[in-house]
């Protein structure tokens, strides 16, 4: 997607260990228009799929997720990372380690959110070794639930992630592929 | 708003201190179409107001912010609940307490998202005691931006901050008012 492309090129920036900061659109600040075009974008790429519902999890993928709900005309629910008074009754748990913040959490949908059958689209923001993206499809089908698909908006395609993804049998449709952040440059993959 | 005092009656129940859940349309899953409308209805009720930014608080307050600044033409800012090995660069911070979790937390907004003379909105999924609320305008004027607004898509009138928010000066528009949830009966304040 070029005006992804786009914006990262001009205010993306590396961090040490291959850590690629967008927070000015993308996961701090957010660029509405961006997350709308996004949301069209993957409706696009996923206009063979029937989707009953989109899965992402919280905080950064509910902007883009909100985006292809409504282009789709689904509901969407995000998991929750953390454990709240509130969500005591049954529920669906995963253990998901983030890549960038080096800890193991579990994340949560409560159970009558999904319904068996359900064919589910999974959206994230980024894609690195794949552990949200898979944890997610790993909660989706504990409620009986079809992964239809997963849409990332930046794959980082030198990790294992995408790999992972596509050995598991999942379909997967990135908007940036990123080839390379050596020497903190960002490189992205020819298309 | 008609719609959501709607989905509130038919969707939400409440829980043992107050609680009300709404986590079928608002905070667990979403229904964008929902989430669209409470964007054009804030539009609508701070229509007499310029706003150059959107800030609300991860993760419930998003979906609904998304909304309001897709409708304005602004960006969102997202104030983070968790410290991340990405967020160390210069920020402003501010203790909340909230009233579902019973705990206080920092949260933070980058100090490059706020720039002095920038009047914000601040839109949130609930308000109950406004600490969330009040200490989104502290972090939002500790960045020299003014305050021009709190939207609140639920505000339990029966609890202090509405009171606290209006006593300190700012402007609050609540698109549905719970009067009472005594006796797990939701009662709304007569418009």
Known sequence: MELLKQRIKEEGFCLPGNILKVDSFLNHQIDPQLSLAMGKEFA?????????KVVTVESSGIAIALAVA???GTKLVFARKHQSALMEEDRYACPIT???????????????FLTAGE????????????????????IVEQGGCEV????????????RGAERIREAGYRLESLARIKSLSDCKIEFVEE
């Open 44 to 52: 696009r790429l996923f206009v063979d799929v029937k989707v009953d």
């Open 70 to 72: 409504a282009e789709l």
């Open 148 to 159: 239809v698909g997963i849409g990332i908006a930046i794959e980082k395609s030198f990790q």
């Open 98 to 112: 983030s890549f960038t913040k080096k800890e193991t959490k579990n994340v949560y949908i409560l159970k009558k």
């Open 119 to 138: 064919k589910v689209l999974i959206i994230d923001d980024f894609l690195a070794d794949g552990n949200a993206a898979l944890g997610l499809c790993n």
